[in-house]
């Protein structure tokens, strides 16, 4: 099983739909949760931290499930600008009192919204 | 967000040779950095954790002694491929965080092209 799983699309979607994304992470132990979002050819950007509350950026709510070990993005009213590979980023391995501890990507879901 | 350079933004050089690949934060202390590759269409692959002042962690099956990881200060590290062949040819990404709870920023990525 792949530590960070992600259904990797493509999600076509048209201008103003909502769309959802989801995650499973396989390591109980991991600490902290991201969404990246990746332009082609470029270098992945933070979109927002996941908190174990949920929360909420604009268009962009993100959930987690620590029970079922599970990370949601869920985007609203999607623009063309939207378009792009959403990474489930998953912080773990931390290591006693170390500062190691490593980011582990899903594969990523692209992302189409058309107009 | 924080900011994070990433020198050069593309080479291309001769099998056999060797590239250096510069990291840096340029207004954060990185305890932590991180080195991926990317192949076309495909997500990223995390080659190696460094933590300043000490070796770098390399992910199984990354040749250690092929891709030289140095993360001498807080604010540099770098990635020198050895020996270069064609199938090394990829998109590197390096990544910063100041601490192991927080989200990570990434430098822009260095496209190798071995000829």
């Known amino acids: 099983r792949k530590e960070v799983e992600q259904d990797p699309g493509p999600f076509n979607v048209p201008e103003g739909a909502t769309v959802a994304f989801n995650c499973t992470y396989s390591n109980s132990a991991s600490q902290s949760f991201f969404w990246y979002r990746q332009d082609c050819r470029k270098e992945p950007k933070l979109l927002m931290s996941?908190?174990?509350s949920g929360n909420e950026d604009g268009r962009f709510t993100a959930q987690l499930n620590r029970a079922s070990q599970y990370i949601s993005l869920l985007i609203r009213d999607s623009k063309l600008s939207d378009s792009a590979t959403y990474l489930c980023v998953v912080n773990w391995g931390f290591s006693g009192g170390t500062s190691y501890g490593k980011l582990t990507f899903g594969q990523g879901t692209i992302l189409t919204v058309h107009p | 967000g924080a900011v994070v350079s990433q020198h050069p933004s593309w080479v291309i050089c001769k099998s056999g040779t060797s590239v250096k690949i510069e990291c840096r934060s340029l207004?954060?202390?990185?305890?932590?950095m991180f080195w991926y590759r990317q192949f076309p269409k495909q997500s990223l692959m995390l080659m190696a954790t460094s933590n300043e002042g000490s070796k770098a962690t390399y992910e199984q099956g990354v040749e250690k002694d092929k891709f030289l990881i140095n993360h001498a200060s807080l604010t540099l590290s770098t990635l020198t491929v050895t020996s270069a062949h064609p199938e090394d040819s990829s998109f590197y990404i390096c990544s910063a965080r100041a601490d192991r709870y927080t989200e990570a920023f990434f430098g822009q990525g260095t496209r190798l092209t071995v000829v």
């Open positions: 207004d954060f202390q990185a305890t932590t």
């Open positions: 996941v908190y174990s």
